[in-house]
């Protein structure tokens, strides 16, 4: 597996990965697809802070963070995201993305990162225990999706 910055040939395997999570299940609360467009934008602002896996010329997840909220006094938090393709999950490609993550959010002076996962996301919530984030809380009924309300569980990590 290879570890390495996304690039604008990543976008439509991206898409591919994302896009299906975001139209047919609850792990994400935003009901908008990624664009060509909108992806570009988001791998060249992000740069290093925008890795993908790739094995065997087949992307098989990414990782991200952006900045958590505005204003100067959050400069040194950012928020991640991290997903896989199907495959790709239990073989330690999520892990791997994140460790290159967390460094990269070293190089640029991130103190924590903040995973903002969906109630529903069992997987995604013992992933993020695992690899040594904490539950900071749960908001309850914050995100809405398929007409139902759904928590919203808080994790962070120092970096």
């Known amino acids: 597996m290879i570890l390495r910055t996304a690039s604008a ?14 139209r047919d299940t609850a792990v994400t609360f935003t009901t908008e ?25 087949t992307v098989l997840g990414f990782a991200s963070f952006g900045p958590f ?15 896989l ?10 892990r791997a ?11 640029r002076g991130i103190h924590s990162l903040i995973g903002a996962v969906s109630g529903e ?3 995604a919530i013992a992933f993020h225990e695992a690899i040594g984030f904490a539950r900071s809380g749960v908001l309850p009924g914050v995100g809405q999706k398929f ?4 928590d919203l569980v808080l994790f962070h990590k120092h970096v």
């Open 97 to 107: 993305l994140m460790v290159r993550l967390e460094e990269a959010a070293r190089a």
């Open 147 to 150: 007409d139902r309300w759904m």
């Open 69 to 83: 909220r505005s204003g100067p006094g959050y400069r040194h938090t950012a928020e991640h995201t991290v997903i």
């Open 121 to 123: 996301n069992a997987g």
């Open 9 to 22: 040939a990543d976008i439509p395997a991206i898409m591919g990965i994302w896009n299906p999570l975001i």
């Open 33 to 57: 697809e990624k664009t060509q467009e909108g992806l570009a934008t988001e791998i060249d602002s992000r740069g290093p802070a925008f890795i993908v896996a790739e094995e065997a010329g």
């Open 85 to 94: 393709a199907d495959g790709a999950r239990g073989r330690g490609t999520g």
